[in-house]
């Protein structure tokens, strides 16, 4: 049975991502990016505060919002966003991970 709230699910594929150090400022100006915490801490900072998170915590970054996740250990975490995002946004660095790299 397929239902509207599937049909969003198959347009927003998770990513699973182990993050750890200090990434870069960037922002997606087309959509949204939430992030699960699934194991460790993780600090999203904004340009004007920063948001941390621990394991099982959800944070939306909303559109054309630039940020800077940190981890000072390894982190676990989903991502959720549309198919074709640039991990570093507009940005691109020796930490642009291969787009649509999926297991």
């Known amino acids: ?29 087309e959509t949204d990016e939430a992030f699960i915490v699934l194991d460790g801490k993780l600090r999203i900072d904004l340009r004007d505060g920063a948001v941390e998170l621990s394991a099982g915590e959800l944070f939306v970054v909303p559109k ?13 975490v989903l991502l959720i966003e549309p ?10 660095n020796k930490q642009t991970a291969p787009n649509d790299d999926w297991i």
Do not use: C, D, Y
């Not at 397929?2 to 990434?23: D, I």
């Not at 054309?64 to 676990?76: D, I, M, T």
């Open 1 to 29: 049975m397929e239902t509207e709230g599937h049909r969003r699910a198959e347009r927003l594929p998770v990513k699973l991502a182990r993050l750890s150090g200090e990434f870069i400022w960037h922002n997606h100006p």
């Open 83 to 92: 198919r074709g995002v640039v991990n570093t946004g507009q940005t691109g």
């Open 64 to 76: 054309g919002v630039e940020h800077r996740p940190f981890a000072e250990g390894e982190v676990k």
